[in-house]
């Protein structure tokens, strides 16, 4: 307990010396960047009244999240539900690894920034163009994590599959994907943080509400102190995300 | 009539590596026969074929003039480790053979089997814990309730007990023994444990070294029962017959690989 408070202690210590980083830095080399103070001054308003919308892109910050998050919770679905099928059949068929897995890995590093131009070509609508980008972007270490736990299930638990004569729904149902499990968790996790990431990318080039959206609009409107409330509310809904994540996790671990 | 299990000139190789070559025995119904051999000589391989995880390469395994290369019901396996599912309850565990075995059963029918067989090997009071929260010998007497459950004709045992201390192991010898003197059925045990399988078996198989292991020496075990582990020391026809494995393992298994080397 007495640790816990004093990592907490240090952690705070971290934040006032960004915080003073950041206060210096505009005091000095960086004159257009707000301040610490100013930053506060003029997005007071989006943090005190979170829930309120004044405009079509001018609501509180809460609400902006909240946009973000629904759409990020919609991708990450599609891309949990595509992957984690995908990654069970490439763990269970060296056919289809040695097929697919080279094509994977070329897809895997494209940018969000890439995909988003070609859904839009594909559906033709921002928000269907939005969830492709995200699904297609945070889907594979789903599918990357699936198939390495597939694939580390241990021969005993293959063995006893075999001689009991379990079939394809049992085997699948009763083993391997309890035994997959926590590798699909961490998959899930770092899905979820990537599926956060492409948000904002999508959201800035589709001009749609959410945090990414508004943080474009007000770099076109020359308000800088909001870029900085949209920056430090994207860290801190996706550390927040990612502890979540976590905690299911640990759960599922000690299960 | 009850035909005997029959392997005939079971051959196994490993890319080029003939692991097991011409090995032929005959098991009749009810004979405890422990297949016996230095470490990596292939009685796992011989095993796992008869078990049906493994296809032999030529000759092969019959029951009732049947040949089989797949795991069937009426085999019963029980590993080296455990291997229970560490995500479901002793019960489930047994539940999940039961479920393959019995598939006609009401599941209260099923898991008053389990009940059954999980108090026949003596840990009924376990039945609701995790594997992980049990030791090595309850965890192997599990996997023995599991193999049991499925009412197998045969019994196929991989060193069931090479991960316990020497007492779980005694314990557990007396256990499968008690089993086999209630209701006969065939087990086939792998071990390298010479004194194990003098305890247990009717009739000892030896195998020559590897690579082509074969049938070395084909040992009946002629000690009446019940047998007494505690003055077993004193029989002169245990010595003898102990001495006899033990210049087989010392000087014959490696001659044989020898002579054909010459
Ligand atoms: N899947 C495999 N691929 C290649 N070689 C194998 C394979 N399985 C077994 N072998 C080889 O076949 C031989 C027999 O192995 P096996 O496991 O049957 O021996 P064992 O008598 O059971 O040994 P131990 O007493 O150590 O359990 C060994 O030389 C082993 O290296
Ligand atoms: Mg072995």
Redesign the pocket.
Known sequence: MKKRLGNFALALVGVALVGALWAITSATIAPDLPSPLKTWEESKIYVMQPWEKRGEMDQGILRMASYSLWRVAKGFLLAILIGTPLGFILGASNLFYKMFDPTIQVLRPISPLAWLPLGLILFRQSEPAALFTIALCSMWPTVINTMQGVRAIPQDYHNVAKVLRLSPWRRLTKIWIPATLPFMFSGYRLSLGLAWLVIVAAEMLTGTPGVGGFLWQEYNSLIYSHILLCILTIGIVGFALDRLMGVAEARLRAA | MIRPLEITSLTKT?GP?V?VKDFSIKVPPGEFVSLL?H???????VLSIVAGLQQATFGGVVIDGVEVDTPGLDRGVVFQSPSLLPWMTALDNVMLAACQAHPKQTPAGQKDLCLKYLGLVGVSEFAHQLPAELSQGTQQRIAIARALVLEPRFLLLD?PFGMLDSMTRFELQDLVLELWEKDRRTVML?T?DIDEALYLSDRIVLMTD?PEARVGLDLAVTLPRPRDRSVANENPEYMRLRGEVIRFLEHHSKQFANERAA
């Open positions: 490993f590596h692991a051999g470490s990596g000589c292939g009685k796992s391989t060193e792998v390298h590897g």
